[in-house]
Every structure is written in C-alpha cells, then in structure tokens.
C-alpha cells in the first residue's frame, strides 16, 4: 500500500500562487507515475497534471499549461504543483494520485491510479 498525504491548499487571490506538495509512505517503490486531479462541487474528478517518477516527464490539462508545474523529489517521495496565475476557475478540492503499472504514456484519467491522497482546497478569491 502507497498513502499520499497533500499539503500546501488555502485562499489566494486571482493572479497569485500556491505550491501544493505530496508525500508518499509504505511501499513507495510501488509508484511509476503521480497524478493531480481536481473536483469542484457538482463536477467530476479532472486530471490537472502528473509527471513520471522516473524520468520527470510531465502532462497538463490544455487549461492549466503555461501555468502549473508538476516537479518531483524522489529522495524525500514528495512531489509538487506549483500552480502559478491562479484564475477563478481554478477553486477546488486537489487530489494527489498514484500510479503503480508502467504504462508507454502518463497516465491522465481517474481509473488508471490505484492510490489517491485526502485532497486539499484551492480557493482563489476574484
């Protein structure tokens, strides 16, 4: 079992950042690639960014390329979102993922993760 735990949500106005992390523990050498997804109220759970553990290789979401940066430490299991011109449509409930099959390309949807974190809260004010 992999358990993620996030950090780093909370209130910020529009045009401004936050830095989500997400630490990993148990059977970390199970991951191969981690995820950010994001629900809002009322919305599926969308895809945000993920990046490959081992070579660092990214994917975004069109609507948050340019300004989100999915990075990795694998030394401390913990990778990071830094999310960067926060827009209105940004608010919601951010979820850390993990991916343990090696698959050609990142994965991007919701059934090919096997462990998901609590989430944390993104509220961008206007």
């Known amino acids: 079992q992999v358990q993620l735990v996030e950090s780093g949500g909370g209130l910020v106005q529009a045009g401004g950042s936050l830095r989500l992390s997400c630490a990993a523990s148990?059977?970390?050498?199970?991951?191969?690639?981690q995820g950010w997804f994001r629900q809002a109220p009322g919305k599926e759970r969308e895809f945000v960014a993920a990046i490959r553990l081992s070579y660092g290789l990214t994917s975004y979401a069109d609507s948050v390329k340019g300004r989100f940066t999915s990075s990795r430490d694998n030394a401390k299991n913990t990778v990071y979102l830094q999310m960067n011109n926060l827009k209105p449509e940004d608010p919601a409930v951010y979820y850390c993922a993990a991916a343990e099959r090696p698959r050609p390309s990142i994965p991007t949807t919701v059934g090919e993760y096997n462990y998901w974190g609590q989430g944390t809260q993104v509220t961008v004010s206007s």
């Open positions: 148990g059977r970390t050498f199970n991951r191969n690639d």
